[in-house]
Structure formats: structure tokens, C-alpha cells
């Protein structure tokens, strides 16, 4: 599409972005009761995991997603990640053990390793090139939505009613946005059928070095996040705040900021949004490994909360600027990669720096800044200046 005129919003880009609410509300819902659930299996110790085995599975399926997105249709890709969640909802009630837990979690990645990698090559179909920031953001408002709502209801759902009911109704927000995706229009003109070959990667097909700068940055602004989901429902607990009220600031100061986050990066660049958006990161995360009481606790969300929604649409619309027209499926699962190994990685350092001792809280929080001044700073080397700027598609 490359009249540069035209509305963003049209009826398929409305109904990607009611999908992707369902589809992030649907895992997300039960993420703050994961980890007191897990140690009443007797899996304290294990908390790491939980974040880590998630992203792992999403990491190795994303090369197939990628292929698939580019070869057989960005609908289909979507809709069995949408399937997966709501088979993974359905089953946590039946696993009763550490280790089903924790094959379930392995299970429950493929969500995300299909779906979000659909939806970005579906939105880089349908979006003109001077509106792509603007329309990552936008998506990116329903997909945070999702994130709010999904950690806020999901713990009221499991004390009014049941763990198990909460685990039902997170099966069920992923069959309606199934359902929504059923009725949309392919975008991939020369779709192939599935075929045993598309599941064969080879090593060309895994990577796209085109797109390292973004996905390298996006793998070190979401490594807070992997510590985050890991240990902060702990850290409520122990200030007895609500487990989802963190996520809720967090989330509602990102949506406050994504759309004009995308607009800026459309206008003045996407390099020079994301420096912003990784400063106020690094500064949040600082303040996170000192914040002692609910009111810093949720300063801080507000402050992270600003920088991931500066950061988040800047990189996904980068990524598809540097990616070939017939490889952005492969552009952007190659960034799914990056960040999924982020979040794991924060997860996996998080779990073993914080070992159970809320003592250990800060140094989690000073690791995470540094990670996130690595990121800030790499925005000004050389490898980055170097980049060609995209004007047109």
C-alpha cells in the first residue's frame, strides 16, 4: 500500500487490534498467580522458569513462524497461536505437578512465538510507509490493553471465584480473538499450501541480519521486563499491594504515550525516540532497586511504563523499515527472537540473583539498568549511524 493518504484505521486493522487485546489479555491474565501457584506445587525455587520456558519455546518457533508468515499466509500463523493459548488455558488445571507445570509453560510459548509474528508482517502489509510508526503504536495500545486488563482481572477472578475458573476464562479471551481472525482477509498475495518442506529451516532462514540493530535493542529494553514479571508479585506481597496494580500503572502510562511514541518516530526518526525511550528506562530501573514503599513501587511502573511505550512502536516500525519486502516475516520473527531471549535471559538472572530473598531485591534492579545503559549507549555507536534511513517503501 503506498498511498500515504489513506486512513490507517480501516475495519481489518480494527479487528487485528480487538484480536490482539484478547489474545495479550488471554496470557497475561494469568501470569501474577504463576508463581504462588507454582510454589503450592512445591516448585518455589523454580520461579525463574516460569517467565524463561515461556520465552524459550517462543524463541526457537519464531523461524518457523517467519517462514510460514512469508510462504503459507499471515492468518494462519495467527490463529494457531491464538489455538495454542486457549489449549494451554484449558490444561493448567490438569497439570498437578512441577514438571507439568512446567512442560505446560513450555507448551504455552508457541502463543507468542506465532502470533505476534503474524500480526507485524499483517500490519506491515496493510499500513503506507509515513503512517508505519503511527499504526505499531496503535496496535501496540490494544496489544498493551491486553497486558493491563489481562494481570488486573485475572488475580480478582482467582479470589472471587477459583484458580481454575481464572485459568477458563484466559482459554476463553484467546477463542474469541481466534474468532475474530477467522473472518479476516489474507494479506499475502502467492500463498503456498503447507507443505512438510516450510518446516525445515535452514540456517539462512533462522536470521535476518538485516534487522539486528532494532532487535539487539529490543533484546535489551525488555530484560527489566523478564525480572519484572519474575519477581515483582513477591514484592507486592510484600508491601501488600494487589499483584496486578504494578502492571496496571505500568501499562496505562505506556498506552498514554504509544500513539504519539509512533507518530515522533514517523516524524523525527526512529533512533533519536528510542535514545528517549531507553534513558527514561535506565532511570526507572534505577529507581526500582530502591523504591520501599507502594508509592515508589508505582512512581516507578509510570516511569517504565513511559519509556517501553517510547521504545516498543519505534522498534517494531524500525524492523519493518530495514526489512526486504518478501522477508518481513522473517524480519520480524528474527526480532521476536531477540526478544524473547531478553525476557528470558532477565527471567533466568533474576530467578538466581533474587534466590527467593527479597534482600537480594536491588542488585536484580541494578543488573536490569545496566543492561538497559548498554542498550542507550549502543544507540550511539558507529554500527548504528552507519544504517541506512528508510524514506519509502
Known sequence: MNNNTESIYTLQFGLLCLSGLLFFSSFNMIIPELPSHLTRLGGGEYKGLIIALFTLTAGLSRPFSGKLADRVGRVPVMIVGALVCGVAGLMYPLAGSVWAFLLLRLFNGFSTGFKPTGTSAYVADIIPFSKRGEAMGVIGFFGTMGMALGPAVGPLIAEHFSLDIMFYCSSFAAVLSVLILIGMKETLVHKEPVRWEHFRIHRDEIYEPKVFAPAFMLMLSVFAFGAILTVLPDVSDQLGMSRGLFFTYYTVASLLVRIVAG?????????????????????????????????????????????????????????????????????????????????????LLSGWLYANDLSNISRVFYACAAMSAVGFLYLFSKSVRNLPVVTEV
Request: glycine residues 12%; hydrophobic residues 50%; aromatic residues 10%.
Open 263 to 347: 507518530k515522533a518516530s514517523d516524524k523525527y526518526g526512529r533512533v533519536p525516540v528510542l535514545k528517549v525511550g531507553s534513558f527514561i528506562i535506565c532511570i526507572a530501573l534505577l529507581c526500582l532497586a530502591n523504591a520501599d514503599s507502594v508509592f515508589l513501587l508505582l512512581f516507578t511502573a509510570v516511569l517504565y511504563g513511559l519509556g517501553s511505550g517510547l521504545c516498543s512502536p519505534t522498534v517494531f516500525a524500525w524492523t519493518v523499515d530495514l526489512s526486504d519486502v518478501n522477508r518481513r516475516g522473517r524480519g520480524m520473527a528474527t526480532m521476536y527472537i531477540f526478544l524473547e531471549v531478553g525476557i528470558g535471559l532477565g527471567a
